[in-house]
């Protein structure tokens, strides 16, 4: 099946910092998401970008799917922005309608 | 439309006791997921439904779980009997294939499973 991996696995930044998380993919994909588990572990959508990019707020995301990867940037980062970020990803294999998780990068931010 | 909506959000029982978890899905979606989240494991799918069908269980552990999707609104997961190792946090999310929706998956806030 498909592999997913995210880099990297943790990470620890100062309030205000920038970061880039980055996600590989093993093959063609139909669908991507991020998510961010917030430490009462719910999981929030925050984008779906099976290609292109796109921005919300003080978070962007873009995806080559050529390629094989996508890159999700946090800018200005914010406390708030601790917890656990997944990507998942649904192979375009025929009949492959499943999302395939990362093991995900930890984030805390400090103020 | 309110989401997917799971229940209940928190359940302690007693090894050997039987469980059921419930999910709501969003209305028109026509995917139904179970997927259950560990330290060790991470986000593994057990099981998924496509009207109301169940398309691949080769996720579910073994043969103590058991899921259903009687309807299009409605899906339980159940463990019989129930073993400490089945603690975790089980999420239930809901898909479609329509072009109209753009958001991908949706899940439910999940069941916080714990077994003494």
């Known amino acids: 099946g498909i592999q997913v991996e995210q880099s990297p696995p943790d990470l620890i930044l100062q309030e205000g910092a920038n970061s880039t998380l980055r996600c590989n993919f093993s093959d063609s994909v139909n669908n991507l998401q991020w998510f961010h588990q917030n430490p009462w572990g719910q999981l929030i959508n925050l984008f779906y970008i099976p290609s292109g990019t796109k921005q919300n707020g003080r978070l962007s995301a873009t995806t080559v799917a050529t390629e094989r990867y996508s890159l999700l940037y946090i800018s200005s980062s914010q406390t708030t922005d601790s917890g656990v970020y997944f990507c998942a990803v649904e192979s375009a294999a025929r009949g492959y309608n499943k999302l395939i998780f990362g093991a995900g990068t930890r984030l805390a931010v400090h103020p | 439309d309110a989401g997917v909506i799971q229940s209940p959000r928190h359940e302690v029982t007693e090894m050997g006791q039987e469980v059921t978890l419930r999910c709501k899905p969003i209305s028109g979606h026509d995917y139904l997921f179970w997927y259950r989240q560990t330290m060790m494991r991470g986000l593994e799918l057990l099981i998924y439904f496509n009207n109301n069908v169940p398309i691949d269980d080769s996720g579910m552990p073994e043969d103590r779980f058991s899921a259903k999707m009687p309807n299009a609104s409605f899906s339980t997961l159940k463990i019989q009997p129930s073993e400490p190792r089945d603690s975790a946090v089980y999420f239930c999310?809901?898909?479609?294939?329509?072009?109209?929706?753009?958001?991908?998956?949706?899940f439910g806030s999940g069941t916080r499973l714990t077994v003494v």
């Open positions: 999310a809901s898909s479609t294939d329509s072009l109209d929706w753009d958001y991908g998956y949706t």
